[in-house]
């Protein structure tokens, strides 16, 4: 039975081999996350006189050069990370969305001041618009994880408005109105769970993006601070030690890469096949 | 209606026991079971059906703009003693807009909305006619432009498609496939997307071409009434199997099959 | 030319908007810049005298307008750190971020617009699919993580350049372009692979439509339909995706420099980040705002030469 259902879930998935492809990656990263908060194999802070030893059965991944198993810190850097960007998407998306339908869905001079401040903003690329906030407010894992959320507050303006603008002529919406169904419930009832599948798809997107800024602005060493260290400022440590224990920088960067190719896999599976040249 | 018109004897198209079946999705799909007819010089052959008919499947695959990857096909095509449905790519290519033209149900997105109307125009003579210089392409365009109905083709010329309404655009795409004085035109339903006046315009147009240039012309429509006004005979199709076949007077006022007595019943009276 | 003219008026209103929002910023949390520069240890006629000096009894405003005036001479103030003028900590610094960028978008174009193009050609086949597979991992690997791995590829491995062994174009423009090339080559990767895919989707899309079904129908091959009528279509939406990567490339710029040693605005913006300096902070992100606005403005120009739809109103 429960199998039958996920054959015909699976069935309507347009390329299932790449979605389950990438489902197994984050269901890899995932684990290595899970794990990481009830057992380690080692206290990723914990320093200890084995210095920048390469791949072992007692340090899997080796040691940097303070002696500190590097598994363990990938752990634990990559929980941060993994964190982050969940957070930034909960910043970016909700507030978003919020204003981005609002001002759509009202128009008017409101609308008109916020579309020209998320033009500027929208062409900002994230990692600076994130330095900004963080050289104003300091750099913190929390406030990363903030500068990030509302560096992608605009994209999810500009995709919640411009859908909210397209379904406000849209009959059903206009018959609710016209029905005197109160205006916050028209936004958040008839039209939003209507365009869940474009802002889903942006949510995914965004994530990535997110681990691809989370990681960048850590490596700059914007964020976590030592010696509790997220998966980018690892690899700019590692650097210097890339040769002697390669592991140290492939280690969190393979992380880094999984996280974001296990969900753009998945989000290409979703994807309609295109048609071809005739 | 048309018995001052000539029809010469001469075939100029023959369809042998065309098969078109689609395999895209797995399940394998009849769109054209069993088609033979024939296309004479200087005719205008109506191919009347509902949708799903097989009859625009039909004029694809004459003008060679079928799918060929996802697609079986049995008979032939045979136009030029060649065999369209079997030839090679580059053989139909030496037809397709030179000999044999076609034009669409949609007008409005069948012209491609970035380049000038000219340009598209004359397309068919900068890919069959290298010979033509620049200035003589442009007046062959803007003749065949003219002739298509269109006031000011110099103007025209010039502009592009979301400067025109639905008819003008249909007039372009009319003179763009007669710019080559192609042998055959291929019309699919070409008046679908137009209102009345306009449709009764092209009609008109169409009728012309076919009296001065003798060009055949091979009509697509689910249009009785429309068929009847213009063409010289008629072949009824449903669900991929022509039914009825004949001269247009015979086909309207003396149907033998069920089917196409419904679709002339269907037909307002009024218009009689 | 209307078009043009409102859209400049837009990009003006979104240039004094953006400025404006940072200066504010700026203002509310950086504090008193005269305590930044004399210290806290000053005595109050000294600060009261530099705030008149520098303008800061002057109303909110006012204290803006002075400052965007200032700014647009090229005059951004004086860093509170090294006590000389931002412009001239910067001037040596900002072509060569900018020089990396725009390599590294030369090189996007030059590697995603051909792959784009060959993938949609060839759509469906087994080398599409596997060029589309690497593109998706390629996409998932970070500038820097990519610039270590060519880095150490090409650089110890190959021998094809030195790792630090950093040129200044005062020096030798060639040998400065040569060094840039793998760092550019680092940012360039994930967003050619991003330009290829969007480009393919794009032109696929354009086949299907009816435009270009009329195409084939006039005895047009692949080719002629591909290049005389799909391209053309199918870049409108890749034009918007290269207008913002100028801006990515910059931010890839800062990230990828550290990676290869390069002196270009990377380190000391995250050195005053960390101090604190906020008027080089202020200068910087103002100087690429300005960039990205005015490219944001060719983009919708460049939008109006394409495409004729976009109506003068």
Known sequence: MATTRTRSLLARIPNPRLFCAGALIMLAVITLIVIGMVWMPYEPTAMSPDRLQGVSAAHLLGTDKMGRDILSRVMYGSRITFLVALGTMAIGAGFGILVGAVTGYYGGIVDEVVMRVTDGLFAFPTVLLALVIVSLFGSSTLNVMWALGIAFVPSFIRVARSEVIRCKHLDYVKNARLMGVRDARVIFVHILPNVSGVIMSNVMIGFNNAVLSEAGLSYLGIGSQPPYASLGQMISEAQEIFFTVPSAVLGPGMVIVLMVLGFSLMGEGLRAAEGRMA | MHGDSVIADAPILQIRNLRLEFHDHGHPEVAVEDLSLTLHRGEILGVVGESGSGKSMTALAIAGLLNRHALDCGGEILFDGVDLLHCGRSTLRHYQGDEISMIFQEPMTSLDPLQRIGMQVEEALRIHHKELSAAERKEAAIRAMGAAGLAEPEQVYGMYPHELSGGMRQRVMIAAATVSRPQILIADEPTTALDVTTQAQIIALLRQINAEDGTAIVFISHDLSLVRQLCHRVIVMRRGVAVEMGTSDEVFLNPRHAYTQSLVDAIPKVVL | ?313
């Not at chain 3, 700026?26 to 806290?40: N, R, V």
């Not at chain 3, 590294?104 to 060959?118: D, E, H, Q, R």
């Not at chain 3, 050195?271 to 100087?287: E, F």
């Open chain 3, 1 to 313: 030319m209307r078009y043009v003219l409102k859209k400049t008026a837009t990009t003006l209103a979104t240039l004094l908007v953006v400025s404006l929002l940072l200066f504010v910023a700026f203002q509310l949390i950086s504090g008193d810049p005269a305590t930044h520069i004399l210290g806290t240890g000053a005595t109050p006629e000294r600060l009261a005298a530099l705030r008149a000096e520098l303008g800061l009894d002057q109303p909110l405003p006012a204290r803006y307008l002075m400052w965007l005036t200032a700014f647009a001479r090229g005059d951004a103030g004086v860093s509170y750190v090294y006590h000389q003028s931002v412009s001239s900590l910067l001037s040596a610094k900002v072509p060569v971020t900018f020089a990396l960028a725009a390599m590294s978008f030369v090189l996007m174009c030059a590697i995603g617009l051909p792959m784009g193009i060959a993938c949609a050609k060839h759509a469906g086949s087994p080398i599409d699919r596997a060029v589309m597979v690497a593109n998706q991992i390629i996409m998932a690997i970070p500038p820097f993580f990519a610039g270590i791995l060519i880095s150490w590829a090409f650089g110890m491995g190959l021998h094809l350049f030195t790792p630090g062994g950093y040129v200044s174009y005062e020096t030798s423009v060639p040998r400065f372009l040569g060094y840039l090339v793998f760092p550019a080559v680092a940012i360039a990767l994930p967003r050619a692979a991003q330009l290829a895919k969007l480009l393919r989707g794009s032109l696929l899309e354009e086949a299907g439509k009816n435009y270009a079904r009329t195409a084939y129908s006039r005895g047009n091959n692949t080719n002629g339909v591909l290049y005389g009528h799909l391209l053309k279509n199918a870049f409108l939406p890749a034009l918007t995706f290269l207008g913002m990567s100028l801006g990515t490339m910059l931010a890839g710029s800062l990230v990828v420099e550290r990676v290869f040693n390069i002196p270009g605005i990377s380190s000391i913006l995250l050195a005053s980040i960390g101090n604190r300096d906020y008027p080089v902070v202020l200068a910087t992100v103002m100087l690429i705002a300005v960039f990205i606005i005015f490219v944001n403005l060719l983009v919708d120009i460049l939008y109006k030469v394409l495409d004729p739809r976009i109506d003068e109103e």
